[in-house]
């Protein structure tokens, strides 16, 4: 059955990613989870969702009265080989063979293709898929900077006691180099003061900027199971509050970008919200 192999893939990718985000191990394993979420949701059957969102469609898949998340039509791309094609590019370090938009869509269609399986298989599992999603985003973003992530800063010493504080995944590319603060979500809503909450912690560390904040974020999508509707929950007031009063992120990455925050880097201060496949190309000017 298509739903053990998911399961039991994702098992051991919760070990392996113990030993390393970016590894030949979970090259494999999430080739395989991919290839069996697709398998899996080939037999469900399809349904329209009434779409609140502008310029977006969005359907869902059922089994025995339970429906999926979202998914969003365009970006859903169900082709395995493109996944193929995106590995052999990585492992060369040359991923320039595919398009900025090929590239989100096949991020995008191997993480919904997961967790909208999820849905189908555990009921009102919401730990599982934002879990594997944080695996998910760690493990590309681990291949192009190049270094593996820590989950914690270090605290100044006081009174020679060594504090450690938890956070999300940090990247130290080094003496002088580039340091990324990663938050990974699936979604923000109003847990959205937290990205800047913990930008501000790790600024009042190490200094404003030291650390770049860059977010990523799956959707902001809300599915209604009764009516069969689907609405993008965003807050940009809010999102400008926290820019200027709290801390600056640099970039927000989304797989499903929404409308509204798309244009916030017109205001001031900016706030620069892109796609996350722009991140491979532009990292280094960051």
Not at 124 to 143: L, V
Not at 274 to 283: A, L, R, V
């Amino acid at each position: 059955m298509e739903k053990e192999k998911i399961l039991t893939a994702y098992k051991k990718l919760r070990k392996q990613v113990k030993k390393g985000c970016y590894t030949n191990e979970n090259t494999l394993l999430l080739g395989e989870i991919y290839l069996s979420s697709l398998n899996f949701l080939k037999k469900m059957k399809r349904v329209t969702l009434i779409s609140k969102v502008q310029n977006k469609s969005y359907f869902a898949f059922t089994s025995n009265d339970q429906l999926s998340r979202a998914v969003n039509q365009d970006l859903f791309m169900p082709d395995y080989s493109k996944w193929e094609q995106l590995r052999n590019g990585m492992e060369i370090n040359d991923i320039t063979s595919l398009s900025n938009n090929e590239i989100q869509k096949i991020l995008y269609s191997m993480a919904v293709s997961f967790c909208a399986s999820i849905d189908l298989i555990k009921k009102r599992d919401q730990k599982t898929p934002g879990t594997f999603f944080e695996y998910f985003i760690a493990y590309f973003f681990s291949w192009r900077v190049g270094v593996e992530p820590r989950k914690y800063i270090q605290l100044l010493n006081i009174d020679a006691i060594e504090k450690k504080l938890p956070t999300d995944f940090i990247f130290n590319l080094g003496k002088n180099q580039k340091k990324f603060h990663l938050p990974v979500k699936i979604s923000t809503r109003e847990r959205a003061i937290m990205l800047w909450a913990h930008q501000r912690l790790i600024d009042g560390v190490y200094g404003s900027s030291r650390f770049i904040g860059t977010p990523v974020i799956m959707t902001e999508t809300k599915t209604s199971q009764s009516k069969k509707e689907v609405i993008e929950i965003c807050l940009p007031e809010q999102w400008m509050l926290y820019q200027n009063f709290i801390a600056q992120l640099k970039r927000i990455y989304y797989l499903d970008l929404p409308e509204a925050y798309k244009n916030l880097d017109k205001k001031s201060p900016s706030l620069i919200v892109k796609p996350f496949s722009e991140f491979f190309e532009e990292w280094q000017r960051l």
